[in-house]
């Protein structure tokens, strides 16, 4: 103890706790502006993973609010890394950061040892940290914010009291913007694997072990799984329900081993679906019960112009017959379903429902439905126009956006600083 007393005080004598306080500072202020803006970027994404965290401690009946946490959590933890960086409401910013690692690193800590979720979903789809990397990671930064907290006094104030509000008003606005974009429409950046261009029929079915898959039948009001080699009997009073995939299945990073496509008699049928014509127009729903109705007019003439042309068009969303036999009475949609994992199609796309364009088992393009100039698509046939062509999104020219918008109203400091300083001089 008395070695390490003697060593602070060195460390004071010769400024190295003020510089130590700055990095602090500096570490805990990005990570939590990082952390704030993967989940602005993704909200929906965020309401995924706080959905799964409240069916796992059992508080279903709350997860209608999962995204309005998402978007409360993200300006929450953009806010207090803006502080943090600044130097701005030291004691507010330190307390509140404070708190919050109390709580989430004992949280990482119960995930690295039971795994009730595959990732804690801490930074999207942005940077999928392991449980025990997302618990090291949380043991390093309570770290560095108890030294923070003692020593808030000797952060530094980076921009003046005048100049930072303009600052934060102006970024603040910016993930607002990010968070509408993810919500109503797709995120402005897609780290997801399923981009245009991205293939989903190669290497298929050659990586997937069926028997694997997990079939779900039900019976008197009670469902049991069973494997596809061990299937109750056609007469044994067991109906269909669904067929998932397991979790590590899902989880293997490539969408052409995630992606498994089941019809309505639970047979597989990826490969047909998806490269089964030229073309295939996908109207893609993880839950019909959530899916917003009010673009019912463009569905429908996607799905006229699809049987003009002989393209095939799916519906692809979880089993649930009671949904779609809802959907079909609201829309009268005479489209036929397929069925995959709702986790795989939340992952496929954000919007519910979202609309996917292939090409020959290629991603072309995928939009929200009110994003579709529908008059341009179906003006002529695909081959003959740009929509029947690969659309590509540049995600490096994207992010480079976002880093200009984070510190574009920084350039403009210090020459104001300095105009400042010249007028005090001239008087």
């Known amino acids: 103890m008395g070695v390490a007393l003697l060593i602070y005080e060195r460390l004071k004598s010769v400024g190295a706790v003020s510089a130590l306080t700055v990095v602090c500072q500096l570490l805990i202020g990005a990570t939590f502006v990082f952390s704030g803006l993967s989940k602005a970027i993704d909200p929906v994404g965020t309401s995924i993973k706080i959905t799964e965290y409240m069916m796992h401690f059992g508080l ?44 989430m690193t004992p949280l990482s800590l119960y995930l690295a040892l ?63 913007v990010l968070l509408f974009l993810g919500t109503w429409q797709l ?57 998932r995939q397991p979790a590590q299945q899902i989880h293997s990073g490539s969408p052409a081993s995630e992606l498994v496509i089941f019809d309505e008699e639970g047979e597989e049928v990826t490969r047909s679906v998806l490269a089964g014509s030229e073309y295939v127009m996908l109207l893609i729903s993880p839950d019909l019960r959530e899916a917003r109705e009010h673009d019912i007019d463009r569905i429908e003439t996607l799905y006229e112009y699809a049987l003009e042309h002989e393209y095939a068009f799916y ?58 100039d529908v008059p341009l698509l179906t003006s002529a046939k695909l081959s003959e126009q740009s929509l029947g062509q690969i659309q590509p999104i540049n995600r490096k020219l994207r992010v480079f956006w976002v880093i200009v918008w984070l510190i574009a109203p920084l350039l403009l400091y210090l020459p104001l600083q300095i105009v400042k300083h010249s007028r005090k001089l001239s008087k």
């Open 60 to 103: 279903g009946s709350l997860t209608g609010l999962a995204m309005g946490m998402s978007w409360l959590l993200s300006l929450i933890e953009f806010s207090l890394g803006f502080f943090v960086i600044i130097g701005h409401h030291r004691i507010m910013s330190a307390f509140f950061v404070s708190i919050f690692m109390l709580v």
């Open 114 to 176: 039971y795994n009730p979720v595959d990732d804690c979903g801490c930074f999207g789809d942005v940077w999928v940290l392991s449980n025990w990397g997302t618990f090291a990671k949380n043991v390093v930064l309570l770290a560095l914010v108890v030294w923070l907290w003692w020593h808030r006094s000797k952060q530094k104030v980076l921009l003046n009291r005048s100049y930072y509000a303009l600052y934060y008003y102006v970024e603040m606005s910016g993930v607002l």
């Open 187 to 243: 995120p402005y950046i897609d780290f997801r694997a399923y981009r245009p261009g991205v293939s989903l029929v190669e290497e298929k079915m050659s990586q997937t072990d069926d028997s694997d898959y997990i079939i779900v039948y039900e019976k008197d009001g009670e469902q049991r799984e069973f494997s596809l080699d061990a299937l109750p009997a056609e007469d044994s009073g067991w109906t269909f329900v669904e067929t």
């Open 315 to 372: 519906c692809l969303t979880q089993r649930d017959p009671g949904a779609i036999e809802h959907w079909q009475f609201r829309t009268g949609s005479e489209y036929p379903f397929v069925y995959a994992d709702k986790q795989v199609i939340e992952t496929m796309i954000r919007s519910n429902p979202g609309f996917m364009l292939l090409h020959n088992g290629t991603i072309l393009w995928k939009s929200h439905l009110s994003g579709i």
